[in-house]
Nanobody, 117 residues
Framework: QVQLVESGGGLVQPGGSLRLSCAAS????????MGWYRQAPAGKEREMVA????????NYADSVKGRFTISRDNAKNTVYLQMNSLKPEDTAVYYC??????????WGQGTQVTVSS
C-alpha cells in the first residue's frame, strides 16, 4: 500500500502563487505517472490539471497552461505543482494521483486551495 500526503494549500489573493507538494510513502516514482487533479465546490466533477510521465513529458489543462508547472523529484518521491497568477476559478480541492504498472492507482487526501481577495 502506498500513501500520498499533500501539502501547500491555503488561502491566497488573486494573482498570487502557491506550491503544492505530494510525497509518497514508498519509492515508486521511478515507474509512476503522476498528476494533479482538482474538484471545485458545488458538485463539479474532478478534472485533470497537470500530469507528468516517467519520461518527464507533461500535459496541462488549457485553463492552467502558462500559469502552472508540474515537476517531480524521484529521489524524494515527491511531485510538485507550482501555481502562479492564481485566479478565483482555481479555487478547489487539489488531489495528487499516482499510477504505477499493474496498474495500481493511488490518490492523496486532497488539499484546499482558495483564491480570494
Amino acid at each position: 500500500q502506498v500513501q500520498l500526503v499533500e501539502s501547500g494549500g491555503g488561502l491566497v489573493q488573486p494573482g498570487g502563487s502557491l506550491r503544492l507538494s505530494c510525497a509518497a510513502s514508498r519509492n515508486i516514482f521511478n515507474t509512476a505517472t503522476m498528476g494533479w487533479y482538482r474538484q471545485a465546490p458545488a458538485g463539479k466533477e474532478r478534472e485533470m490539471v497537470a500530469t507528468t510521465t516517467t519520461g518527464s513529458s507533461t500535459n496541462y489543462a488549457d485553463s492552467v497552461k502558462g500559469r502552472f508547472t508540474i515537476s517531480r523529484d524521484n529521489a524524494k518521491n515527491t511531485v510538485y505543482l507550482q501555481m502562479n497568477s492564481l485566479k478565483p476559478e482555481d479555487t478547489a480541492v487539489y488531489y495528487c494521483k499516482v499510477v504505477v504498472p499493474g496498474p495500481y492507482v493511488y490518490w492523496g487526501q486532497g488539499t484546499q486551495v482558495t483564491v480570494s481577495s
